[in-house]
């Protein structure tokens, strides 16, 4: 695929170049309390516009229901880009309408703008191939090239992601670039021991990945809701803990299939209620009451998790342990994330709320290999499933 890299050789003064990035940062009103994505699309849009190119930013926040909604705007987006460009980021009122193309012809050489977000047009996720299409020729209307540099949304079919890129030179961003170079090296030859940490609330979640890895991997250390419905597979009661009882069965056979890989919490930390303020005890994974929730893993399965970890050659996080937004349930999250630092291995964290954690509990991020921007895209790939929007970079 060409790069960002030729691009910039081509030469890009004077040029209108569209860049699909991820904004898609968490909001408390119009507060972004994880900017962890802007940061990592200023690399692209800033060697562009340094390059003195006319930068035109396209991106979504949330799931709007295909019109525009004020609580989805991107216009906090558009201040944080700019205070961390050290440059204006212009926004336009809309994603291709007269506000678009007024703003894009304003812009002077090293200029930015950002779109509205994308997904106030219903075009830009339809199913329908020709309505995509009508709205990626509006895109490419706006540009002379396109940089795909948004890694989590390449697993979507979608205008700004794949249809536009049938329609102007396009190139990899060095974002996308770099995810896909360490999710081959997680999937081609990776060094064992292979341990993968997996969290989040649902089994049915991360089905597909589990099914996936567990052939390739030499242990998946389970945390995080999930971990429920697997201990209710062993017949431990789980209280009022999350429980997916459909997956039962599903979990029962990956555990007789993969005994010695599996790693279930020994100990979970419950709860009375959903709360900070909640009472807590700290129990056997075999001893939780009924009536009570597990919100957390326990300090003996982070110990255990813990020694694992330290002797592993790569490690691939996520999902979180617990509840690590709730101070009495982050300990789970924050053990493993700070074994997978003090390890040797090549670790890599996967994206969505596991890299929020690290954030959000202070972690250094420099201690892991890589922090992944696209949680469900890395787990699509390492699926084995064709991303859309790298696809048509390599085609």
Same mark, same amino acid.
């Given at each position: 695929?060409?790069?960002?890299?030729?691009?910039?050789?081509?030469?890009?003064?004077?040029?209108?170049?569209? *860049?699909?990035?991820?904004?898609?940062?968490?909001?408390?009103?119009?507060?972004? +309390?994880?900017?962890?994505?802007?940061?990592?699309?200023?690399?692209?849009?800033?060697?562009?516009?340094?390059?003195?190119?006319?930068?035109? *930013?396209?991106?979504?926040?949330?799931? &709007?229901? !295909?019109?525009?909604?004020?609580?989805?705007?991107?216009?906090?987006?558009?201040?944080?880009?700019?205070?961390?460009? %050290?440059?204006?980021?212009?926004?336009?009122?809309? *994603?291709? !309408?007269?506000?678009?193309?007024?703003?894009?012809?304003?812009?002077?050489? %090293?200029?930015?703008?950002?779109?509205?977000? *994308?997904?106030?047009?219903?075009?830009?996720?339809?199913?329908?191939?020709?309505?995509?299409?009508?709205?990626?020729?509006?895109?490419?209307?706006?540009?002379?090239?396109?940089?795909?540099?948004? #890694?989590?949304?390449?697993?979507?079919?979608?205008?700004?992601?794949?249809?536009?890129?049938?329609?102007? &030179?396009?190139?990899?961003?060095?974002?996308?670039?770099?995810?896909?170079?360490?999710?081959?090296?997680?999937?081609?030859?990776?060094?064992?021991?292979?341990?993968?940490?997996?969290?989040?609330?649902?089994?049915?979640?991360? @089905?597909?990945?589990?099914?996936?890895?567990? &052939?390739?991997?030499?242990?998946?250390?389970?945390?995080?809701?999930?971990?429920?419905?697997?201990?209710?597979?062993?017949?431990?009661?789980? %209280?009022?803990?999350?429980?997916?009882?459909?997956?039962?069965?599903?979990?029962?056979?990956? @555990?007789?299939?993969?005994?010695?890989? /599996?790693?279930?919490?020994?100990?979970?930390? /419950?709860?009375?209620?959903?709360?900070?303020?909640?009472?807590?005890?700290?129990?056997?994974?075999?001893?939780?009451?009924?009536?009570?929730?597990? @919100?957390?893993?326990?300090?003996?399965?982070?110990?255990?998790?813990?020694?694992?970890?330290?002797?592993?050659?790569?490690? #691939?996080?996520?999902? &979180?342990?617990?509840? #690590?937004?709730?101070?009495?349930?982050?300990?789970?999250?924050? !053990?493993?994330?700070?074994?997978?630092?003090?390890?040797?291995?090549?670790?890599?964290?996967?994206?969505?709320?596991?890299?929020?954690?690290?954030?959000?509990? %202070?972690?250094?991020?420099?201690? #892991?290999?890589?922090?992944? +921007?696209?949680?469900?895209?890395?787990?699509?790939?390492?699926?084995?499933?064709?991303?859309?929007?790298?696809?048509?970079?390599?085609?």
């Amino acid at each position: 695929m060409k790069t960002l890299d030729d691009l910039l050789a081509e030469g890009v003064s004077g040029r209108r170049v569209l *860049v699909r990035a991820d904004l898609n940062v968490p909001l408390d009103g119009d507060k972004i +309390t994880d900017d962890g994505r802007v940061r990592a699309s200023l690399p692209t849009i800033g060697a562009l516009a340094d390059a003195g190119a006319r930068v035109v *930013v396209a991106a979504h926040l949330g799931r &709007p229901k !295909g019109a525009p909604e004020a609580k989805y705007s991107l216009a906090p987006v558009a201040a944080r880009l700019g205070e961390l460009l %050290g440059r204006p980021v212009a926004l336009a009122d809309d *994603v291709v !309408g007269a506000s678009a193309r007024a703003t894009v012809a304003g812009l002077a050489d %090293g200029g930015v703008a950002l779109l509205e977000n *994308v997904r106030f047009d219903p075009r830009e996720t339809s199913k329908d191939a020709a309505e995509r299409g009508a709205l990626a020729d509006e895109y490419a209307a706006l540009a002379d090239a396109f940089v795909s540099d948004g #890694f989590g949304v390449v697993h979507r079919k979608q205008a700004s992601v794949y249809d536009v890129a049938t329609r102007l &030179p396009a190139y990899a961003g060095g974002l996308v670039l770099a995810e896909v170079e360490v999710l081959k090296r997680l999937t081609d030859g990776a060094e064992r021991p292979y341990v993968v940490a997996l969290g989040g609330s649902k089994v049915s979640d991360k @089905l597909a990945v589990i099914s996936s890895l567990l &052939p390739k991997v030499d242990a998946i250390l389970v945390g995080g809701g999930m971990c429920f419905t697997f201990l209710a597979a062993e017949g431990l009661g789980v %209280g009022d803990s999350l429980l997916e009882a459909e997956m039962i069965d599903t979990c029962k056979r990956l @555990l007789a299939e993969y005994p010695e890989k /599996i790693v279930l919490p020994a100990d979970v930390v /419950i709860a009375d209620a959903f709360s900070a303020e909640a009472n807590t005890h700290t129990v056997l994974a075999a001893n939780i009451r009924e009536g009570w929730k597990g @919100l957390d893993i326990g300090p003996i399965t982070v110990e255990r998790y813990g020694a694992i970890l330290a002797g592993a050659g790569t490690v #691939f996080w996520n999902g &979180p342990m617990g509840v #690590f937004e709730l101070a009495p349930f982050a300990e789970g999250t924050r !053990g493993v994330a700070q074994a997978i630092v003090d390890s040797a291995a090549f670790s890599v964290v996967g994206g969505g709320d596991s890299a929020a954690a690290v954030r959000l509990l %202070g972690l250094p991020e420099d201690g #892991f290999s890589h922090i992944s +921007t696209g949680g469900g895209a890395s787990l699509e790939y390492l699926e084995g499933k064709e991303l859309p929007g790298v696809a048509i970079l390599e085609a």
